[in-house]
């Protein structure tokens, strides 16, 4: 989508659809009510005003709904925004859908729910193993569509069931290094990691927390259900403790939310493949918009720091 | 018990019965072998050395058995140490029981008991009454003699159910105060808050931690139990909710174990009467051990300081 | 006052006088001046805009002034503005009066004074007692009128006193729970804990820092006057040391302005009493402002947490 | 090397050669001197008291020499001691040698030069494979011999060459996953990052620091010698800036000796890649000590947790 | 200058020359472009808006351009406005000159190169005064233009050598005080400790930081010039390690930026005459702009502290 | 002292008076009592064992007497002990005080007062001139005789008076560099900033901290004690606050005791010179005791650094 509005250039023309994420009124210094909006594609956001708004302005440009917009991106304080032209509801003539409005992982659905099966079929210990596939079963088509996170990384369509399958092939190339890890209890581990997301998050294309995600959070009520479905399996032994130390210690630290630090190895890298993957999910998709040369943005979630493409990267590859 | 081990001074002689916490066998520079044994009784502990020990002596003086000893308190690099001048394991004849040599609550089982179920009864909210009644139910004997802790505070025989007792009768009188806390969800919160102790620590008389403790650990283990436990009895609704969070959020912030503050008033309220008794449960005991003028030993939980008690306190009181 | 200002919702029509707390000029885009005024009254406050201001409305509209104003309720940047219809000064058959726009405590100045001269009267322990009356008498107009702070708890007239009585009334309680604290002694440092900010604060309707408040603070300009105090009643011994070390150590940590941590066991209780009170002040009136099943605005002072109300609380209590 | 000192059990007669790694005087309370000698071989150290030890004693046992000894492993202060028996030098004919005593890398030089040079050979960019091949040459022999570290991991003979092609090995496989990562700046940072060691330790059997060590660190003396190198192959460009970039920020944080944090996607990923290849350095290396169901020593350099090893890990492994 | 530009109180008329440091295009609420301009001279800077600004403005108020400006100082969010009523481009009859805009230590620079000189004169050891005289020669001319940093401190025309000058000044006065410090050593790591800046930052009118900045750091950077330049001179010795010494912990702390806390006596000298004379060159102009009795504006690298300059000061001196 | 026990290596012989430090009985392990001394000299302090000792000996070697001893210095745990021959008491005869034993400062108490006395006179501002001058006169021996601290820096007898001098030195020195410092205020608040240690500790010789200097602490001591003397001498106005805020802010941070950070120039000032001072008494103290190529002790007060003594330092002086 490289026509988004992620992608326009100070001063550019615009004339497209765009999804309403926000609106909200204001009264300017002339007296007058106005609109600010908030609008996204696939690709990005951008805030617009929409001046001398009408009572039928306000009904008809609610969050959710869909515009088509002709104006021209200014700058406002530093910051991108859309000066609006035209604007009008998008028909049902238009064939434009909210689903074309939001970001979606690189890979596709098949793929994902295909790697993560083939993963569990993979698992020789019986008891991680019937864990792991009931709980892939039960929640297998939230887990298909959920993101990752709310903002950050693979904070996109299907971005939680990209983010595993990338941990699984990395943990499978590190068993290959360090011959002595537990593939199964890591597999296991990778797959139920974040997957109280589902429950903490109230959906997948604009997610924003629960009154349980907010009270109790992903981690514990995820050691919850896994507490809940090994008694419904009948199973018992420490391959449930263990995969409840998985989930407990994946964020490494105590004031990172994990009341426990890893303590078994693959405990251990857990936390750290899913440090990598994140790490390299923000830090491509970042480096993607910039130029040889450029710094990024400054990305909050590492330290705030803002990366640079060096000028030769990669210039000899064929 | 006045005259314990842990009232002797330097210099006392010394003839009573004593429990073996461990024993550890050395060989002296002479060459010849020796045991070290940590004797304890309910008014404290001290160290002691078996010099020219015999095999038999190893055999005889283990962990867990009780010997009589006569000697004298003395030194070593300022610490108290037992000097030994003659020893013989307890017979049953002598009618010394290891229940003897244990530290407990100043208030009888059966006070703590009838003030639980009291507080148990004052409840009106039937969701969270049916869930507490449940828990204590089910927990009785263990709850009645466990230790709040391994050390630091109530670390005796029925101390975390002194521990509660004390919490519930502060949470009444601030209910006279602030009318507008929720006694019951306090209530709820109070008597579950630890209980998770009962499955994270070995057992009441000297506990350890469990796998499952050092692993998962009391918080995230009870919250898990109360998920069970409203499953079972068929309770939905908010009150699960909270008083999971009640549990989850009880030691005040990440770093001290809870991946999420207090986020409800009963909450807060909650983790600060668990710290103001707590701290008076470590305050008045150390406090009870020195002279008015005096300082107390550094307590470690709270910040290392040692307190000192004014020459005139209560001086006035009849 | 539940038809105060801090009580409108966004949308709402408003007509009442407020309280001017402060007015700035500022120049508009259309290069005309307007007024940025901040009005108050004992509910809250609210920002509003008078736009293209005449110099009289400049001499007018300023500090300390009341108003009449019509106008309503609108947001911006998502914080409630009161958008100005009609404005006129108050006149003095209007009937209006400073006192009324500012918020006091829930209790009456009468029933405060009438428990701190009890808690005196009940004190046995003469030197304290002497001190502390000493004190009271000196600064009991001021005392009875001044805001416990700036700002976060029990920021409203006659706060401070309120603030002192809810810690006496907490403190009686306490003692029964744990008959060995000092009363005496508890009692005279929570009635002078604070008072030191009778000179750290301008005075009791719009505090601000005084010079002496911002380079030496209460609690050294307090541990001075009790120094002073005792000099000229001629008083000697531990409790004066004992009293102003309650004083110095009450806010518990030196990066929290207490040089020394609490030392004795009156000095923590008065630490964590004052704690327990201010955060109830806190959490109790943010409550009241929402509605069961809704958030709080975020805390500043309890670590910028928004608490949840919920649903069911105290639907039992009849 | 399964009979070593590193796996003898308290209790158990021990009867072989080992190396003296130091040997001091002290006086017994008896009056007599005695030497304390650190004992090691490639499984571990122990440490032994030579009591009554004579003049001839004192010069014969010294560091750097081998003894043959004889005596039983008992315990000191819950540490393990090696109680001599009998003990005398080792001659010439016994056909130990120094390096016998020593850990070395599990493997052998020859595959880790290999290794090596093939990763240089892939390099495509002209500029990082000169600097990268310069450096390789110039110090062959110290970096196939030095340890990575004096102690905590990769601590042994040629430690140094296999962490770096662990390290190597690591980066290829993420270079699939993720493949716009610039292969060349990582494969040369990873070669070049702790090179500088071979200055800062004094040398590769038992490392101390130099003078040069302890005041530069090997961080900004590498950066030097990289500006050195560059100057001498006349080597221009962003290349030069980049490595010593990758060099400086590898260890993450300013506190943790990094004067700037990762800046570019490939230094970022050389800090990942070290610590997983350290941490799990460390972690098989101390698993491997225990059995199921025990856990291991606290590891000092993984914040001094104690892992555990489960009961079924890797029980279904064929 | 005390009629510039930092002198104007609120309400002021100006009109004078001013150099635009940026120019910003944005939209008005009512559809029409304007410009914001960020105007200085030697006493400050202010922002401006230029409202209906035409294409013709755009090209012409531009960075780095002088304009004539009359208007009025008003305030907008607080902050200090020029609120503008004509303005035009400086021509060449003006007079003006870029230069004329900027500040400029209050020492010539002769006076500044003179006190080097006779500074490097005085050192008696020849490898450390050879090593520094080169460096001055080298960069003599950017030595005594640049800025001594960005922001903060002697953040103007030749603040780099006014602030080296002062530190040697107070390193001659220390000499008598604490006359085992080697004044040698001292006056080099003076001279040398920032001189990395003069690549780290692009200029000395309006420094920014170059990539070798932002990437490596004037510390590191000057650590391997000083390695270079020994190598070109053929020095060796201590001299050398201890002065790469001086430079690397000259900031005091890893998490200040230096990978090495000093660790000779004159290392710890250099950090704190660093420290001290930073201090009162950001105290002293603080203090100038305000009347005895009022408070300075926050000042940020001093902990966002702001400054009280009593009445009394110095009333006395003659 | 170059002969005293600070300057004797291991294994050399010792016949010499020691100043008994303390002694404590402890029971070897073949049964028999023996005697721990801490022995001191002006030069330094050792450890020393008193085997199978008498019943008299108990009682004749105790703390504050002097012995004659001749023995050998050993080492036992890496830590000078002293080997005992033989032990006598001194005798009236031998001619020995304790005041031998104690270090002093270089300077003599004659010329400390002399100095101060001047400064004193060199003030111009009347009411800091008569607060300084009058404490000074109160607490004249004590200022000439107590140390600055109990360890770290300046920990000798006249220690104080030596460190305030050296302050007093720096600060005339500063003045010249920076003329805008109002030295009278410098100067009033570097001779009182730590004269509440006068309270805080018992005594000259072998200070111990009072029950105030504990619960109350040198600073808000002295805080007060200016509030006092400034009433007593009918002084008002700023400079009493001034001067209570330089002292109460002259640690700097809250955590280091100061609840006021420095708020004006002069406060700021004091915190750096002292600073200076503290350090370079130590940095020179530890220094003397090395030779050229050598490191100190590591050095608590200063983050446990261990300080280099370069080869050629100063080997060009004259």
Redesign the interface.
């Known amino acids: 989508m490289k026509n988004g509005i992620g992608h326009h250039a100070i001063g550019e023309p615009f004339d497209n659809f765009l999804l309403i994420k926000s609106s909200?009124?204001?009264?300017?210094?002339?007296?007058k009510p106005?609109l600010t909006l908030i609008l996204k594609d696939a690709s990005g956001e951008i805030e617009a005003?929409l001046?001398e708004a009408t009572k039928e302005d306000e009904h008809t440009f609610v969050a959710e709904e869909i515009a088509k917009i002709t104006g021209e991106v200014?700058?406002?304080?530093?910051r991108p925004?859309l000066?609006i032209q035209s604007i009008r509801p998008a028909q049902p003539t238009d064939g434009v859908d909210q689903s074309d409005f939001l970001e979606t992982a690189p890979v596709p659905k098949e793929d994902l729910i295909e790697r993560l099966t083939e993963a569990i079929f993979e698992m020789?210990?019986p008891n991680l193993q019937r864990m792991t596939r009931h709980f892939v079963k039960t929640y297998q088509e939230a887990f298909l569509t959920y993101p990752a996170a709310v903002k950050n990384h693979h904070e996109y369509i299907s971005g939680l069931a990209h983010h595993v399958v990338?941990m699984l092939?990395?943990a499978k190339?590190?068993k290959?290094?360090?011959p002595?890890i537990?593939l199964?209890?890591l597999y296991a581990g990778i797959i139920l990691h974040d997957l109280g997301k589902l429950k903490e998050l109230s959906g997948a294309a604009t997610p924003s927390y629960t009154?349980?995600g907010?009270?109790?959070?992903h981690?514990?009520m995820m050691?919850?259900e896994i507490?809940?479905v090994a008694?419904e399996l009948g199973i018992e032994?420490?391959?449930v403790?263990?995969l409840?130390?998985m989930v407990?210690s994946h964020h490494g630290k105590?004031?990172?939310?994990?009341?426990?630090?890893?303590?078994?190895?693959e405990a251990?890298?857990l936390h750290?493949i899913d440090?990598?993957d994140a790490?390299?999910n923000m830090?491509?998709r970042a480096?993607d918009k910039v130029q040889p040369g450029e710094f990024t943005d400054r990305l909050f979630a590492?330290?705030n720091?803002?990366?640079?493409?060096?000028?030769?990267?990669?210039?000899?590859?064929e």
């Open positions: 909200t009124k204001g009264v300017a210094s002339n007296g106005f005003k001046w200014s700058q406002y304080r530093g925004q000066k020789k210990n990338s092939n990395l190339q590190l290959e290094l360090y002595d537990d199964d209890l009154l349980e907010k009270l109790i959070g981690i514990p050691v919850d507490g809940g008694k032994g420490e391959e403790t263990m409840q130390h407990l105590a004031e990172w939310g994990s009341p426990k630090p890893p303590l078994i190895r251990e890298l750290l440090l990598v790490k390299m830090l491509n480096l590492m330290d720091r803002s990366f640079y493409k060096p000028l030769f990267t990669n210039e000899h590859d």
